[in-house]
């Protein structure tokens, strides 16, 4: 391998690595208020692409060429499903509320569901929905414990949504994105072997 080469090798590597790396943090944005869960999946969009790119330039004969985008899924995936209770168990302190108001959700696309506005101490909690479904909507006047962000970083859960296997998806995530990288690069590359050099038939019957 040439030195060129070798240093073409290392930024691709660097690309793959920056790829996974954004996946991962975008995993954590679903558990965000506002526009931030949108704004993940383009960008996880976006390092499925590059990482993909990379993998191209860093293994051109591999079959496996999908495998660089859907580690860079997966790698999102588990951190999106795990990211948000792991925040909370590490940040996040549990808060009696008190239900102030009952709000109805009409559209034309969807059925009309309910939330809860509630009020944790000082801080206000807008329309809240019940992670066990409608069925578990509260009145006005009742309370519920929920797992508040001292950082206020990501969105309050209720202390049944954290649970000790979500969190280790995160750990999970972060190992297979520094081991698919570590193979990418450590694994040998493919080469066509020689030719075998054909026979002269006439040497046969010498």
């Not at 692409?49 to 859907?70: D, I, N, V, Y």
Request: hydrophobic share 50%; with cysteine.
């Amino acid at each position: 391998m040439t030195t060129t080469e070798a240093a073409s090798r290392r930024r691709f590597a660097v690309v793959l690595g920056l790829a996974l790396t954004v996946g991962f943090v975008s995993g954590f944005l679903t558990g965000m208020p506002g526009m931030a869960p949108l704004i993940a999946v383009p960008v996880v969009v976006v390092c499925a692409f590059a990482a993909g790119f990379a993998m191209l330039k860093l293994r051109p004969k591999s079959t496996g060429l999908l495998a660089a985008p859907l580690a860079v899924l997966a790698v999102a995936g588990l951190c999106a499903f795990g990211g948000h209770s792991l925040w909370l168990t590490t940040f996040g302190d549990v808060s009696s509320c008190e239900v102030v108001s009952v709000n109805k959700h009409t559209s034309s696309k969807s059925p009309t569901s309910y939330s809860n506005d509630l009020l944790c101490g000082s801080q206000r909690i807008p329309s809240h929905f019940p992670s066990g479904g409608q069925d578990e909507l509260r009145r006005t006047g009742d309370r519920v414990d929920l797992v508040l962000d001292r950082t206020g970083v990501v969105r309050v859960l209720e202390p049944a949504e954290l649970a000790w296997w979500r969190n280790a998806l995160v750990p999970i995530a972060a190992v297979v994105g520094v081991a698919f990288v570590l193979v990418v690069l450590k694994r040998r590359r493919w080469k066509p072997s020689a030719p075998v050099a054909r026979r002269e038939l006439g040497k046969d019957f010498l």
